[in-house]
Antibody, heavy 121, light 108 residues
Framework: QITLKESGPTLVKPTQTLTLTCTFS??????????VGWIRQPPGKALEWLALIYWDDDKRYSPSLRSRLTITRDTSKNQVVLTMTNMDPVDTAKYYC?????????????WGQGTLVTVSS | SSELTQDPAVSVALGQTVRITCQGDSLRSYYASWYQQKPGQAPVLVIY???NRPSGIPDRFSGSSSGNTVSLTITGAQAEDEADYYC???????????FGGGTKLTVL
């Protein structure tokens, strides 16, 4: 059974760096064809893809946020970490991590419950 | 702005059929997926690939594709289908993931 769970601060100040951890079970990010992504959703707004990390440590980022994002993995801990620098109130959102097979067109088939991050001074 | 375009809102009478569409140039090359999201909950995958339903998704949900448009059809909409629906695929480069802006489905 695949599960994912996001963790991190619920409140960050403007200009700070956000670090979120996705802890998962039921699969290995070392397995060929597996990836984990981060997606966020501001209150009342649409889903927005942020980043994706593949089983071979290849990484992809949203072009609009590329300069602020870093995604890494710790295969021994079954964790994926997302850092986002220079946080702004517009980054207030629920942040989700999700499992995805790497082939193009495959979906995010398992999602975490999400973690709400508020950016405010 | 999203490379996948969805109508913001659609309504359907209880028991009737509704089609929710998603348009984008990349859809000529890549499959799309559809997610259902109810208030306060994480998205749930309902359709992926050519027209595949994950286990547990009712067969009243189906998907189709034509040119640059993919569609999610709910045949015999139920009250519990009222939700936001998002399409998802790759961008035109193939390197990045994109989501549509979402469609709010109201079941009357």
């Amino acid at each position: 059974q695949i599960t994912l769970k996001e963790s991190g601060p619920t409140l960050v100040k403007p200009t700070q760096t956000l670090t979120l951890t996705c802890t998962f079970s039921g699969f290995s990010l070392s397995t060929n064809g597996v990836s984990v992504g981060w997606i966020r959703q501001p209150p009342g707004k649409a889903l927005e893809w942020l980043a994706l990390i593949y089983w071979d440590d290849d990484k992809r980022y949203s072009p609009s946020l590329r300069s602020r994002l870093t995604i890494t993995r710790d295969t021994s801990k079954n964790q994926v970490v997302l850092t986002m620098t220079n946080m702004d109130p517009v980054d207030t959102a629920k942040y989700y991590c999700a499992h995805k097979l790497s082939a193009a067109g495959t979906p995010f088939d398992y999602w975490g419950q999400g973690t709400l991050v508020t950016v405010s001074s | 702005s999203s490379e996948l375009t969805q109508d913001p809102a659609v309504s359907v009478a209880l028991g009737q059929t509704v089609r929710i569409t998603c348009q984008g140039d990349s859809l000529r090359s890549y499959y799309a997926s559809w997610y259902q999201q109810k208030p306060g909950q994480a998205p749930v995958l309902v359709i992926y690939g050519q027209n595949n339903r994950p286990s547990g998704i009712p067969d009243r949900f189906s998907g189709s594709s034509s040119g640059n448009t993919v569609s999610l059809t709910i045949t015999g909409a139920q009250a519990e289908d009222e939700a936001d629906y998002y399409c998802n695929s790759r961008d035109s480069s193939g390197d990045h993931v994109v989501f549509g802006g979402g469609t709010k489905l109201t079941v009357l």
